[in-house]
């Protein structure tokens, strides 16, 4: 029956481990999902142009500058147009005009050719006629005699030279320009004349034919003036608008060529343009930069990861900060002031240094997105913000947020100054500029001092800032431990050093430890005289109860514990150590008690002398219980010696390990070794032999006077 309860047992537990896994896991993704679309939503309508209601002839109310580069498109085109007037149309010589001339000269004395040899007309002047009529080329009178009559030889010889010189000619380019058509003519009559060894009838016959068929043999060629076309408006470079160049002055008039670059960038409100790309855009750089942090915590430190308060934490940190960023942006103040350190500083303090660092990088990149993309926020926010993040990790006072506000600035300072130096020759204006991260430094400090004890009290973390403010003795709980139970108060300081000394044996946290121990017995304030360490005179009040009373007694001053530190605020870790530093351990003493003082032994159940835990969950909280153990065990030592002491010290630890009070507490095997050789450090210092000093001697003149030089 019992084998059978222990399966079903952590069956029922895993499905409720499931169902709980299950709905963190939701929530965690809410959150997620929560925090994207707030930074989203915080960029978008940063960098999202603003969209103005203007017509030509409006006096505009504010200077209006340009949200981001662009091509002013109206100068540009203006340019383009006086470009592509310059360029002249491309022609290209058309062959056809050549051919065509070269054939009807053939033609021509063919013809001439033929009409000589016919036997049927011997008379010159029919033959004049009959060629007049005939020929495809149009000349005078006088040419068509000059050809008849002239003999055959000279013919030949009158059709070559025009053939040859007509295609040289005609090869070249003519275009419809009487003067250069004048011109070439001329050339070739002046040449034919020069050239041809011909009667001047002969001679007057090729000038004429040259005038004939000499003609504009240029067409126009569309595909090459479109390219030149195209060549004239890629030269031109494009007048660009910088980004934050004022488009329009407060106070002057709004023309047309205004509304033309306005309406480019999409900012006049008639318009209503949707930047997609510019959302898209947005969206997965947003996404991206969250899933690095993600992916940082998923692989390096999966505890806050699973822990929703402290997701919580960084989303309201990473929200604030944009929407000072927002705030700045706004009013158009320099993004140097944006006081991005306090972010690294809370998380450092709050939560891990690392991930401060991680997520500076990342609220200096959304801040840049913010601000236009100004690489140099960029730079100095890196910087400054992992200056706080490396400054904080090591403070202990609350103070020190000063010092780390004026180490920020000096880092924010140099960081402007050196930027200033490389990208401005003004130095005057440099120096102005340096001085803004005076005040971003400030305004983290101030921010960080602000909201760092809200933080620990609404997420109930608590800081090594914090844990310091505990451990002083001045807390009024301490101090109301010291005067009612000052037994209670020793034995807790003692208990303190043992587990400091443990804690750091084993790598663990041990302010938390000291902290845990000076708070871990202040339920006893309720009824400090039923505790041994309070009772001053001999009288014990459990000598007239019955065990299972004193056992009640005993055991509630754990729950008057806990009530006592939810009612002084304490952190919620200290108030789990209060409850969990005697676990389940029996009072073996009443029990044992119990047992003798009934005959029967048959009605002691031995977990009704069980403290009623749970057992320690956690190393420090263990190491609180074993050195609470200890420290009451080795008092009880009537002559304490290094020898007596290590055994009792190995026997409770042994004990507790046996009776399975750390099995909840990650503890290893290692990890008690090193703990129980630290109590045996830290006791033998305590309990350490001691010279026993000689009786004072009276009357002795060289005597040695014990009085005189204290003990």
């Not at 300081?493 to 041990?510: C, K, Q, R, Y």
Request: aromatic share 6%; hydrophobic share 40%; proline share 3%.
């Amino acid at each position: 029956m019992d084998l059978q309860k222990s399966i079903e047992k952590p069956k029922h537990t895993g499905s409720k481990l499931k169902m709980s896994l299950t709905a963190s896991l939701t929530q965690r993704i809410a959150i997620g999902v929560a925090l994207f679309f707030i930074i989203y939503s915080l960029v978008v309508t940063s960098i999202v142009p603003r969209q103005y209601n203007l017509s030509e002839g409006d006096i505009a109310t504010d200077d209006i500058k340009s949200p981001m580069s662009a091509i002013n498109e109206a100068e540009t085109n203006k340019l383009r147009d006086e470009a592509v007037k310059k360029v002249k149309e491309a022609y290209v010589i058309d062959t056809t005009v050549r051919d065509l001339a070269l054939q009807n000269v053939r033609d021509f004395f063919n013809k001439v050719f033929d009409i000589k040899s016919l036997q049927t007309i011997e008379d010159s002047p029919d033959k004049i006629e009959r060629l007049k009529s005939e020929s495809i080329i149009t000349l005078a009178d006088d040419d068509y005699e000059a050809a008849i009559k002239a003999n055959l030889n000279d013919l030949k010889s009158l059709s070559n030279y025009m053939i040859e010189n007509l295609n040289k000619i005609l090869s070249e380019e003519i275009s419809d320009n009487e003067e250069e058509l004048k011109a070439k003519q001329d050339e070739f009559a002046s040449n034919a004349k020069r050239n041809l060894k011909l009667s001047n009838e002969l001679r007057n016959l090729a000038v004429d034919i040259g005038y004939a068929l000499i003609k504009p043999n240029m067409i126009f060629d569309n595909k090459k003036t479109e390219e030149a076309v195209k060549e004239a408006q890629d030269s031109v470079t494009p007048v660009r608008i910088q980004k934050d160049q004022i488009i329009v002055r407060r106070g002057e008039v709004v023309t047309e060529e205004h509304l033309q670059i306005l309406s480019s960038l999409g900012m006049l409100e008639e318009q209503n343009k949707v930047y997609v790309l510019l959302y898209i855009g947005i969206g997965i750089l947003i996404a991206l930069l969250e899933g690095i942090v993600i992916i940082y915590l998923f692989r390096f430190s999966p505890d806050i990861l699973k822990d929703k308060g402290k997701l919580v934490l960084l989303s309201i940190i990473t929200v604030l900060l944009l929407l000072i960023t927002k705030f700045l942006s706004v009013y158009q103040v320099s993004g140097f002031i944006v006081p991005i350190a306090f972010a690294s500083m809370l998380v450092a303090i709050l939560i891990k240094p690392r991930l401060a660092l991680i997520l500076n990088s990342v609220l200096a990149s959304l801040v840049t997105l913010m601000l236009g993309y100004n690489f140099d926020v960029f730079i100095v926010s890196l910087i400054g913000g992992s200056a706080g993040a490396i400054v904080v990790s090591r403070m202990h006072q609350r103070n020190d947020l000063i010092t780390a506000g004026i180490l920020v600035s000096f880092v924010n300072t140099l960081s402007i100054l050196g930027i200033g130096l490389i990208s401005s020759a003004d130095i005057i204006t440099v120096f102005k500029q340096s001085s803004l991260g005076i005040l971003s430094g400030s305004l983290a400090s101030i921010f960080t001092l602000g909201l760092l004890p809200f933080c620990e009290s609404i997420f109930d973390i608590v800081t090594p800032i914090k844990l310091l403010e505990l451990s002083n003795p001045n807390h009024p709980l301490l101090k109301k431990l010291l005067f009612e139970a000052p037994g209670t108060y020793h034995h807790s300081v003692l208990v303190g050093n043992l587990a400091e000394a443990a804690t750091d044996a084993i790598d663990g946290n041990s302010l938390l430890a000291r902290a845990g121990s000076y708070y871990h017995d202040i339920g006893k304030l309720k009824r400090p005289y039923f505790f041994k360490e309070n009772q001053i005179t001999n009288e014990n009040p459990h000598d007239k109860i019955t065990p299972s009373l004193s056992t009640l007694i005993i055991t509630n001053h754990v729950k008057d514990g806990v009530e006592l530190a939810k009612k002084y605020k304490l952190p919620t870790v200290i108030r789990d150590m209060v409850e969990q530093h005697h676990g389940t351990t029996l009072v073996k003493y009443f029990f044992v008690k119990a047992i003798n003082d009934n005959e029967s032994q048959s009605d002691i159940a031995e977990n009704q002398f069980r403290y009623p835990g749970p057992k320690p969950r956690s190393k420090e909280a263990a190491v609180v219980m074993l050195a609470d153990s200890v420290e009451a065990a080795v008092r009880a030592i009537p002559s304490p010696t290094k020898a007596k002491i290590e055994d009792v010290v190995r026997k409770i630890v042994k004990d507790k390990l046996d009776d399975g009070q750390l099995d909840e507490s990650d503890l290893t095997l290692k990890d008690i070794n090193n703990i129980t050789e630290a109590f045996l450090k830290v006791l033998n210092g305590i309990y350490h032999d001691r010279i026993e000093y000689p009786d004072e001697v009276q009357g002795d003149k060289g005597g040695y006077n014990i009085e005189s030089h204290g003990r």
